[in-house]
């Protein structure tokens, strides 16, 4: 493929959006009302999603992870050297969806997450994981927290602590 034949096809995807908005007929947001429509049933601004709304108490602080209490054990604290964090993105992707990343102690993840108003939360699978193999205790503690976070059911933000309740038992953060 020639660099002309490559400017052209990049050119055309990039119109892409615009020649699809363009296309998009009456239901394009910020289009004119066709008759029998009121001015006052266009869209004039993006709403935000209920996920968006419920989820910004808690998003864009690193949180620090202090202690993974699972169901089936007793209490796991990170070594202060390799202290595994969170950071729920408040923004929607460009897919459309919220995002978190966090490093585990040895390996860094992301995934898509989801909240409700009831104070709900949920990371569906899969999520992204970096591969690198970790030493004891930390693999103990990483194996337990994308265990607990897999199962995220809800979340509570009281004092500047973040509960994440799991069907593993529970996540403890605080911001920093």
């Given at each position: 493929?020639?660099?002309?034949?490559?400017?052209?096809?990049?050119?055309?995807?990039?119109?892409?959006?615009?020649?699809?908005?363009?296309?998009?007929?009456?239901?394009?947001?910020?289009?004119?009302?066709?008759?029998?429509?009121?001015?006052?049933?266009?869209?004039?601004?993006?709403?935000?999603?209920?996920?968006?709304?419920?989820?910004?108490?808690?998003?864009?602080?690193?949180?620090?992870?202090?202690?993974?209490?699972?169901?089936?054990?007793?209490?796991?604290?990170p070594d202060p050297g390799a202290v595994p964090t969170l950071e729920f993105n408040a923004k929607l992707s460009a897919n459309g969806v919220l995002r978190v990343i966090g490093f585990s102690g040895c390996n860094h993840f992301f995934g898509d997450y989801t909240t409700g108003a009831d104070g709900s939360l949920s990371l569906p699978a899969p999520v992204g994981m970096t591969k690198v193999a970790c030493a004891e205790p930390i693999q103990t503690l990483e194996t337990a927290l994308m265990k607990s976070l897999a199962g995220a059911s809800g979340y509570s933000l009281e004092n500047g602590v973040l509960t994440i309740r799991s069907e593993n038992g529970s996540l403890h953060f605080e911001g920093g």
């Open positions: 493929m020639t660099i002309r034949s490559l400017r052209t096809a990049s050119m055309l995807l990039c119109s892409l959006p615009l020649i699809l908005t363009a296309c998009g007929g009456s239901d394009a947001p910020g289009t004119t009302p066709t008759a029998g429509t009121s001015a006052e049933a266009a869209p004039t601004a993006e709403v935000p999603t209920p996920a968006a709304a419920a989820a910004t108490e808690f998003t864009e602080t690193k949180w620090k992870l202090v202690a993974i209490h699972p169901n089936d054990g007793d209490a796991i604290t």
